[in-house]
C-alpha cells in the first residue's frame, strides 16, 4: 500500500510553544490527507483533514498545509496546552482504505 | 448513542481458542473497515466492506474470518488465536470508499496467553 513517513516520533513542547509534525507520501494519486488525535486508552478521533485541491486548512489553533509537489503534508498546532498531549497520526487515502504513519508521542508540558 | 460500537471492549483468550469481536455503527455510512493497532501504536488495515462487499482484504492470515451480515454490521471472527495476535482491534466507518474521515469505535483489546 501507500508509504507514509511520519517525523518525528516523539515531540515535546512547553505549554504555549509550537509544534509541528510532517508526513511524507509517495503516491501522487493520493487526494485526501486527514489528521488523527489518538489519547491514551481512547480511540483515534478524526481533528482536521484536506484535500489534494487545497494549500491549508486552519482551524482555530491547529492548521494543515500540503505541497502536492514535494508530497509531504504538515500539521501545526499554535499555543500548545497540556490538553494536546496525545499521539498524532497521519493519514493518506490509499484506494479504498487510508494508510497511517506510524504516529508522533507529543508532550506538552506546563 | 454510540456512532460506532464494539464488543467486547476487552478478551482475554488462551491460544488456540476462536472468538469473535462485533461492530456497528448507526451513522448510515456504506464503509466499514479493521484496523490492527501493535503494542507500537501502529495502525495497519485489515479489511474493508463497501456496503456488505468485501473491497480490501491485506495480507492477513486466513485464520481471522470477516463477516458483513448488512452495511450497518461487520464482525471478526478469529481462529486458532496466537500470542501474536494481541493487539487492540479497531472498527471504522465512514461514509464513502474514498476521501471521507473515519468514525473509529472504541476498541477491543485482545490478550492472549
Known amino acids: 500500500g501507500e508509504n507514509v513517513e511520519q517525523h518525528p516520533s516523539t515531540l515535546s513542547v512547553q505549554e504555549g510553544d509550537s509544534a509541528v509534525i510532517k508526513c511524507t507520501y509517495s503516491d501522487s494519486a493520493s487526494n485526501y490527507f486527514p489528521w488523527y488525535k489518538q489519547e491514551l486508552g481512547k480511540r483515534p478521533q478524526l481533528i482536521i483533514d484536506?484535500?489534494?485541491?487545497?494549500g491549508e486548512k486552519k482551524d482555530q489553533r491547529i492548521a494543515v498545509t500540503l505541497n502536492k509537489t514535494a508530497k509531504h503534508f504538515s500539521l501545526h498546532i499554535t499555543e500548545t496546552q497540556p490538553e494536546d498531549s496525545a499521539v498524532y497520526f497521519c493519514?493518506?487515502?490509499?484506494?479504498?482504505?487510508?494508510?497511517f504513519g506510524k504516529g508522533t508521542s507529543l508532550l506538552v508540558t506546563p | 448513542d454510540t456512532a460506532v460500537s464494539q464488543t467486547p471492549k476487552y478478551l482475554v483468550t488462551q491460544m488456540g481458542n476462536d472468538k469473535s469481536i462485533k461492530c456497528e455503527q448507526n451513522l448510515g455510512h456504506d464503509t466499514m473497515y479493521w484496523y490492527k493497532q501493535d503494542s507500537k501504536k501502529f495502525l495497519k488495515i485489515m479489511f474493508s466492506?463497501?456496503?456488505?462487499?468485501?473491497?480490501i482484504n491485506e495480507t492477513v492470515p486466513n485464520r481471522f474470518s470477516p463477516k458483513s451480515p448488512d452495511k450497518a454490521h461487520l464482525n471478526l471472527h478469529i481462529n486458532s488465536l496466537e500470542l501474536g495476535d494481541s493487539a487492540v482491534y479497531f472498527c471504522?466507518?465512514?461514509?464513502?470508499?474514498?476521501?471521507?474521515?473515519?468514525?473509529f469505535g472504541s476498541g477491543t483489546r485482545l490478550t492472549v496467553v
Open positions: 493519514a493518506v487515502q490509499g484506494g479504498y482504505a487510508l494508510n
Open positions: 471504522a466507518s465512514s461514509q464513502g470508499g474514498s476521501g471521507f474521515g473515519y468514525t
Open positions: 466492506y463497501n456496503n456488505k462487499e468485501l473491497i
Open positions: 484536506i484535500r489534494s485541491n487545497v
